[in-house]
């Protein structure tokens, strides 16, 4: 079994790598969300509002039937 010391370099090592992997992905995320807006021209509006269901759907309730 590993040692406490041990176990914590392991710990630095895998949050260095996680930090690295993590700004490899963000980078290319941004690179496909710039892409997708410049595509349909979108605004900030239009991506990031949210929506409260559908447009023009209503709920529609059923009487049981006697």
Excluded: N
Aim: proline share 3%.
């Amino acid at each position: 079994m590993a040692s406490y010391r041990e176990l914590l370099k392991q710990l630095e090592a895998l949050q260095t790598q996680i930090d690295v992997a993590r700004e490899q992905e963000v980078a290319a995320a941004i690179e496909k969300v710039r892409a997708i807006v410049g595509e349909y021209s979108l605004t900030p509006e239009q991506a990031f509002t949210q929506h409260k269901g559908r447009r023009g759907s209503k709920k529609r309730t059923v009487s049981p039937q006697t």
